[in-house]
């Protein structure tokens, strides 16, 4: 059983510029999320993606966007990029929620450390 | 909107002691989950323990037990005989189950555990 891969591992940009993140979900994981986490905080949900349809978003502006492909694995694309979207970005995968399921694991990648300078 | 917080932004621990870190959220929500996660210096976020909301029962995973008081709506995690691997950050975390797959994350508390 194959984890959650994300790619690359460090990446640096300069303001304004545009970016896109990749992640490979587990196998047999028909769900993905998108999380931000900036230094020395929690992780932010960014959105989340479920047969290849965004259900769910964060607090996020629209030059955050998304994508899903039919083999479940995801991207995340950052448009004119500011200083404050410095951070580490983390990519779980998951089964939809179900009322009374035993699998609610949400298997997380190790992040894309994203320096904008 | 769901909050979490975490009050203790550091925690120190003897090694083979035991150590309670807090959680507090606040929901209207009668129906949800309560995680806590792991996040050593690999970054990844690792599964310690989740709770039911639904279960009055206390969940305990080896070495990992909660104290889960709906009422209070506190959710504390207590890590008996405490090892050097323990050492990384701990994050609660809150998901609806009427609202995806959203978790709400505190702000972590950073854990030490010393030899």
């Known amino acids: 059983e194959t984890g959650v891969t994300q790619s690359p591992t460090h990446l640096i940009k300069t303001r304004g510029q545009q970016v896109t993140l990749r992640c490979s979900s587990q196998s047999g994981h028909n769900t993905v999320s998108w999380y931000q986490q900036a230094l020395g905080q929690g992780p932010q949900f960014i959105f989340q993606?479920?047969?290849?349809?965004?259900?769910g978003r964060g607090n996020f502006p629209p030059r955050f966007s998304g994508l899903q492909f039919p083999n479940y694995s995801s991207e995340l694309n950052v448009n004119a990029l500011e200083l404050d979207d410095s951070a580490l970005y983390l990519c779980a995968s998951s089964l939809p929620g179900v009322r009374g399921a035993t699998n609610y694991g949400y298997t997380f990648g190790s992040g894309t450390r994203l320096t904008v300078v | 909107a769901q909050t979490v917080t975490q009050s203790q932004p550091e925690m120190s621990v003897q090694e083979a002691e035991t150590v309670t870190l807090s959680c507090t959220y606040d929901?209207?929500?009668?129906?949800?989950?309560l995680f806590w996660y792991k996040q050593p210096p690999s970054r990844q976020m690792i599964l310690v323990i989740r709770?039911?909301?639904?279960?009055?029962q206390n969940a305990t995973e080896n070495r990992f037990s909660v104290n889960f008081q709906k009422a209070a709506k506190s959710f504390s995690l207590k890590i008996s005989d405490s090892q050097l691997g323990d050492a990384a950050m701990y994050f609660c975390a809150y998901r609806s189950n009427n609202a995806g797959n959203m978790l709400t994350f505190g702000g972590g508390t950073r854990l030490m555990v010393k030899p």
């Open positions: 709770q039911e909301a639904y279960k009055q």
């Open positions: 929901t209207s929500e009668s129906d949800y989950y």
């Open positions: 993606y479920y047969r290849e349809e965004e259900n």
